[in-house]
């Protein structure tokens, strides 16, 4: 299975950028990176998703290394809402599984005010 | 608008007895649907997923079972509950065929086997 490797916590002060790393060294050219985050007793949510470019939508942006070995969340104004786990995770396709998405422990992010 | 619904919300039951879980899914037909679990401090773990009507696809051998008995309804079972069954239980969804496709997170279930 293609696999991610998140820093397990990352601190960040209120109203600052954030830069989330995610190191996927074996993936594919297929396989989408998909960025999720969770707030505490809530299910994940979307963020934003990427194959190759970069990516920009109102939550945050994707950065996608040229290699695609590597990719960078980035919250532009990071708010205490924004404190949750974020996971980056690899859609893959194998199989009949529809590219199920797997994910990993995550970055667990802590917003100062 | 899609929207999923998942039942209930907290469940403490006792060691040996069954489970019943049931997800469904408004706004949307012949989703994938899918069960995941997340143990205490820990990341989500798959367990089932389904891609129609009856058809059920187990990523970890263990104590449940999952069905779907109409398009849009998803049940994770089991027949006799352990300790290590405890957990944050997630039903979720998407649309079929492309890996682009986003995943919607129920809200959830905390269940707690004592």
């Known amino acids: 299975d293609a696999k991610t490797t998140q820093p397990n916590s990352m601190e960040s002060n209120e109203e600052e950028p954030v830069h989330l790393p995610c190191n996927h060294s074996t993936i594919s050219g297929t396989d989408y990176i998909h960025w999720y985050r969770q707030l505490p007793s809530q299910g994940p949510e979307y963020v934003i998703h990427?194959?190759?470019s970069n990516v920009n939508n109102r939550m945050a942006s994707l950065a996608i290394a040229e290699d695609r070995k590597s990719s960078t969340l980035i919250l532009h104004r990071a708010t205490l809402r924004d404190a949750a786990v974020y996971y980056c995770i690899l859609r893959v396709n194998y199989g009949g599984s529809q590219g199920n998405l797997i994910f990993g422990k995550g970055t667990k992010l802590s917003v100062k005010p | 608008s899609q929207t999923i619904h998942q039942w209930p919300a907290t469940l403490v039951q006792p060691v040996g007895s069954p489970l019943s879980l049931e997800c469904t899914v408004e706004g949307t037909s012949n989703p994938n649907l899918y069960w995941y679990r997340q143990a205490a401090g820990r990341g989500l773990q798959l367990l089932f997923y389904?891609?129609?009507?009856?058809?059920i696809s187990s990523e970890v051998p263990q104590n449940l079972s999952a069905s779907r008995p109409q398009d849009r309804q998803f049940i994770l079972s089991s027949k006799k509950l352990l300790l290590s069954d405890s957990g944050f239980y997630l039903c979720?969804?998407?649309?079929?065929?492309?890996?682009?496709?986003?995943?919607?997170f129920g809200s959830g279930t905390q269940l707690s086997v004592l």
């Open positions: 389904s891609v129609g009507i009856g058809q």
């Open positions: 990427g194959l190759t």
């Open positions: 979720a969804w998407s649309n079929q065929g492309l890996l682009n496709e986003k995943l919607f």
